[in-house]
């Protein structure tokens, strides 16, 4: 597999990342021999083949720039090249063969990331068959990975793009206390799933606390029918990881015989080792609290906790622990463990200093994540605090780029970072502003003055109507 | 902020006015147990200055005067300053409409989606399908009810659902002022699935859906011609109980809304045909594909429960959903109705307001987007209200912005005249808890 000079530096580049994780391989052969033999998380067995396609320079002119790392910047051009941040500032220059777009008017802030996302393995229709997204057969299915259900012609995906949607995790669902593993995709039309696979990005871990796990399994009688056998549960699987990842590392030292693979305690040990980031989901304060103290009984890290309804009452444990909560504007009720929900969640996670974002768990959401972030940004305002729209954006592009291990390629808009940009039509923190043009690596993904640079999925070829497409 | 001037604080003076409320609606509507006092008594309310959308005849006032006499609108004038009132208050450069309106909720019959005991909204029971009333069940204090008044709703319809039966029983209007006498109309409206809800419930195929909803408004037609000896027993035996056809009189002389669910093109002109045969007097919940009969759905007048949010193809029954089908309705002089975003369900009804405006971006005329969630609710359901008229009942919002912008929120609430607490369990737990720390005193705060 030939490797892009783009994907090449990412790989280089996430070996700096703040993880410090071993890269395990990028989809190249060359490197796939040695990774594989050293980490859990085997990168290289469904490698991305993401290609950056040669992109022609892009220059935005004279926009409003949220530039994601706590600054707006007025009547400023930004300059993508080799589909990458170039730079941002006044009357840039470009040479004759840039893709000019005048934005006067118009805001720009990163690609949006969401980390909490079952596009793919929910994909519409939703009809039983294609209902692929919860391996709901064991309270631990550490073993699978979200990816292998990816229906890539899901027509949600390009819904999403439209909404400005850059990069976003699927995960398996919650009805497991190990669900599997999460896939990071930039939001391109592929064939493969690997087409779409975010190149050196992590992989993720589904945990699921409360109600879901006891309710599906101690519905049929089995543990864990309660939290602490949610608990109980947990602590049993890192045990055995523990016993695992030892069992390989004093292989990999001695040498020997090589112990057997086994798929679950492979994925926990990437856990324990660093490689696989923990997405919790997690609804209330003293479960988070405990989540918490169980990483520490067993020192591995969790990067963020999901649905997080009751973030705000921990919030400041959750920053003293470095872990992210990612939260919805205003959903709640549906179930006692979303039942204290306050609109303020988001802005007092942030204002604790602890790591705060949007998520949707929606296919519909995902398309409005900007209107999202506005509520919860409205509402942090309401309770006091003064947040403002360059600092409120972080929420849905620097910090779940954090939470997904990415902010070094992604999330912000800076120089060297991937050249994933949205143009919107006005504040995107306005319900009637619409993302115009999303670019995806500096390449023009959507336009929507474009009908030819609006991708569709096969399914929506001749769906309505045999001679056109969906819509 | 808003300033409430209290100018007179006649306490007596509500004490009588509040007895007098309490008997009217004790003669007009039917009691639910223990009757409380509402929440404030109504009194004589000036809203000075604001921009006025009216949503009636007098369109939008740049700025204007309200006057709020107990629980109607009196008066709407650019200055009405010499009115003798108990109260002022301020709305100079704020917006201000009438109190929005819920299409279809289950607000009062559920606490939380997942905890059965907090539901009240479905059955399933053999015995119970068209002559299911909720209203027993209704329990305005909710936390429900307060959340979504602070989110502008005034007044909402509540519909049963079903999990068993097409036939899902009676709504009723309420309003959101939490009182115990909150209930503005019961047996207002009929519910019924049919598309591929109604299909499932039916035993699998659209089509027994569809000649079942058939065969009982027939048989309740032969119940309305034949009702002493079907009474009597002397009659044929029919397939549904005689409560059930007794529910449908209503439905089949058209005094009563049927709200029926489609979603498919195809399904909605089925419905269209099933209003004609029987005239009903339908509103279709749902009409993702309703821009694709729009002319037909504006031939027949019948009008739509929209929410404009859901453009996702999520079933072969919504192929054709998009964002555009509030404008291209409208457009084709189809009345349109907002609700709740469907992910967000009852609990979240106030969030009709970003739908309206996210179906502005997409080419819905603005002001009736806000028709949409206020006026054309209250006309389909048969009120008078979501209007700022004379005569009119007076709910009342004053918005800290456009209230269809998803950053603006409420800053004044009237229902009936009585301005109303905007206080909810987010708002207190917000309080509690903004600024996180280790210790107890937590429990000791509020």
Known sequence: MQLSTGLKRYCSAWAFTVLGVLLTGCGGDDSKSADDTRGFAR?????????????????????????????????????????????????????????????????????????HSHLGDYPAPAIESSQDGNEMTAPNTAQV?????????????????????TTLQILPGSANLFGGRGVTL??????????????????????????????????????????MGNVAGYREAWIAAAAYKKKWEEYRENGGDAPERDLQLETLAGVLSGEILVHNHCYRGEEMAIMMDVASEFDFQISTFHHAVEAYKVADLLAEN?????????????????????????????????????????????????EETAKAMAAGRRAGFDIQPEHAVQWMTLNPAKALGIEEMTGTLEKGKMGDVVVWS?????????????????????????????????????????????? | MILINRKSDNQLRALVQCSRLLLQRLSTAFVLGLMMTTSAAAETVLIKGGKVMTLGEAGTLARADILVRDDRIVNVAADLSDSPVDRTIDASGKLVTPGLWAPITELGLIEIGAAASTNDAAVMDEHIGAAFDPVPAFNPRSTLIPFNRAGGITRAIVMPASEDKIFAGKGFAINLSGSFDSVVKPSLAQRIYLGEYGAELAGGSRANAYAQVKAALTQARE????????????????????????????????????LIRADRASDILQVLELADTFRLNVIIEGAAEGWMVAEQLAAAGVPVVLDPLRNSPDAFERLGARLENPALLQKAGVTILIGSPGYAGTHNSYLSRQGAGNAVAYGLPYDEALKAVSVNIARAFGFDGGVIAPGAVADIVIWSGDPLEVTSHPEVVLIDGATQSLVTRSTRLRDRYLHPKPGHEHGYSY
């Open chain 1, 426 to 471: 006005g504040d995107p923190f306005s319900v009637y502003s619409k993302a115009e043009k999303v670019f995806i690596d500096g390449e023009l993904m959507f336009d929507r003055d474009d009908p030819s640079r609006q991708p569709r999925s096969d399914f929506e070829l001749g769906i309505l109507d045999a001679e056109g497409e969906r819509l």
């Open chain 1, 145 to 165: 990975w979200a990816e292998h259900s990816v229906w890539t012609q899901d027509p949600q995906f390009s819904l999403a793009l439209a909404g400005g949607v």
């Open chain 1, 43 to 115: 990168q290289s067995a469904f490698p991305s083949t993401y290609e950056v396609k040669e992109t022609k320079p892009v220059l935005i002119q004279s926009a409003t720039i949220l530039t994601g790392t706590g600054e707006r910047l007025e009547d400023t051009d930004l300059l993508l090249k080799d589909g990458k941040i170039a730079r941002l500032g006044k009357d840039l220059k470009a040479s004759e063969d840039t893709l000019v777009v005048v934005a006067e008017g118009k805001w720009v802030t990163p690609g949006i990331i969401d980390v």
């Open chain 1, 322 to 370: 470095n872990v992210c909560a990612a939260m919805w504007a205003d959903w709640w009720g549906f179930k006692h463990e979303a039942f204290d929900m306050t609109e303020a969640n988001i802005a007092i996670v942030d204002q604790a200093g602890a790591c705060a974002m949007i998520h949707s768990d929606s296919a519909i959401g995902i398309q409005h994540l900007n």
């Open chain 2, 223 to 258: 119940y309305a011609d034949n009702k002493a000896a079907i009474r009597r027993g002397d009659w044929r035996t029919l397939d549904y109980s005689l409560e059930d056809l007794a529910a449908l009189q209503p439905i089949i002389s058209g005094e009563q809304p049927v």
């Open chain 1, 186 to 227: 930039k939001n391109v039309p592929g064939r493969r799933v690997q087409d779409m696979k975010f190149p050196g990005a992590p992989y993720g871990l589904k945990m699921a606390c409360g109600e879901n796990p006891k309710r599906v399994y101690g519905g049929k009688g089995q543990l864990p029918s309660t939290r």
